[in-house]
């Protein structure tokens, strides 16, 4: 059966370092699930747009992300935890509070993380968001921080050999990811990333693979032209049909809703009206302004043509958040995962993400993986609104039922299916 797939993993490799800092973080308000949705979908669309200076397709999962960076933030302390409290969005607390208040935080993520899993096992859909911990053999953490991760986030910890079997190492954690996310996520850690200062690999794929609620019809798909931001037209297979969806239309956009069965997740394409009006387009994107639009969808009949596609997307995301402000968690001599082992001798080295998307007439199957790898040191038109894909647009893919954002990319160009950045994964 030919659906959507969307896989996405996230590795977050943890080093051991020496160091000393701390600081007090600023109160929050109290933790709820729509707390943790809103802090995650505005970490979205702040990835989305450093991540957007680079050209071409994009697609990834903020969801996996920040549940792998979710778990690390788990051990984080002091102004470890205080930076990636801020640029995650995750809520932040005074020192003296910390632990008890950051268990609350844990226990709303993993009951959405619960609850996308057990709404995706009733099998009009397939949906699932697994973790895991690789650990060094003989290394000790603290037993609080596996006992938090395990029963939060189903991150069950595995002991591995990093420090004289990285090799055999990798491919037992690549297994694992290519498991949890049928196949989609291959070699997700690369030869050299994994080396025998490696103490932790926390984990997270995430797989979704639904039909649409009304899927298009095979022999209504027809070649046609699709235009680049340049200019140029490239041929493009164009699925077509006229139905009843949620729609909105601005003096510079068309919104489409593209919902799933059970209408439990949705795709949301973002057209601009101009042809090359994209990259202005993806300025105005902010969690403010999405609700906004999101709100404004009203169901009329509309002509929707949209292009079939596929895509892979992989990147290292150190760099990215560096810069968005999450800089201690990096550098050994600041780095403060007390919280992991009791000790200030481990640091971030490298937050890898690979993600897959297929779309198509019957719908959509995507998936995406995150490792962090720890080491040592508008009004409704009156006619019946076109709405023809033909030129690049921006795409998520949520969850209805808590406003999640799962998955999201952009498509510029339908015949450019994979975007490997090898040299950046460190």
Request: with cysteine; net charge negative; proline share 3%.
């Amino acid at each position: 059966m030919k659906v959507m797939k969307c896989v996405f993993i996230l590795l977050v490799m943890m080093a051991t370092v020496a160091g000393c800092f701390g600081a007090d973080t600023p109160a929050a308000r109290e933790t709820t699930e729509e707390v943790v949705v809103e802090g995650n979908n505005r970490f979205a669309l702040e990835l989305y747009a450093k991540l957007r200076e680079e050209e071409g397709n994009l697609f990834f999962s903020p969801y996996s992300i920040s549940a792998a960076l979710a778990m690390t933030y788990a051990g984080a302390r002091g102004e470890t935890e205080a930076q990636m409290a801020k640029v995650l969005h995750f809520p932040a607390f005074p020192v003296e509070k910390s632990v008890r208040d950051q268990e609350r935080f844990h226990s709303e993520f993993g009951a959405i993380i619960k609850d996308l899993n057990a709404r995706g096992e009733k099998g009009s859909y397939e949906l699932s968001v697994a973790n895991a911990l690789w650990g060094q053999k003989g290394y000790v953490l603290l037993e609080e921080f596996l006992e938090l991760v395990r029963s939060n986030y189903g991150g069950g910890f595995n002991e591995v050999d990093f420090v004289t079997a990285a090799e055999s190492a990798r491919r037992i954690i690549n297994t694992w990811v290519e498991k949890e996310t049928r196949d989609k996520i291959k070699n997700l850690i690369g030869k050299g990333v994994l080396t025998p200062l490696t103490r932790l690999v926390l984990t997270n794929a995430i797989y979704f693979k639904g039909n649409w609620a009304r899927q298009f019809k095979e022999e209504d798909t027809k070649e046609a032209a699709f235009t680049l931001l340049s200019g140029e037209k490239v041929d493009s297979l164009m699925m077509n049909q006229t139905a009843e969806f949620g729609y909105i239309e601005t003096e510079d956009f068309q919104g489409l809703e593209l919902p799933y069965v059970d209408n439990e997740l949705s795709m949301i394409i973002l057209l601009p009206k101009e042809t090359d009006g994209l990259i202005g387009f993806e300025k105005s994107l902010t969690t403010e302004n999405l609700s906004q639009w999101l709100a404004g969808l009203r169901k009329c009949k509309v002509i929707v043509s949209i292009p079939k596609f596929k895509m892979t997307n992989q990147f290292g995301l150190a760099d990215v958040l560096r810069q968005m402000g999450m800089t201690d968690a990096f550098v050994p001599a600041a780095a403060d995962f007390s919280g992991m082992n009791g000790k200030r001798d481990l640091f971030i080295s490298a937050v890898i993400h690979k993600a897959f998307v297929d779309v198509n007439e019957e719908g959509t199957e995507a998936a995406a993986a995150t490792g962090v790898v720890v080491g040592v040191t508008a009004v409704g038109p009156k006619e019946i609104p076109v709405f023809r894909a033909d030129h690049p647009f921006l795409f998520l893919i949520r969850d209805n039922d808590s406003g999640s954002i799962l998955f999201i990319g952009r498509m510029m160009n339908p015949k450019e299916q994979s975007k490997i950045q090898p040299t950046q994964l460190l």
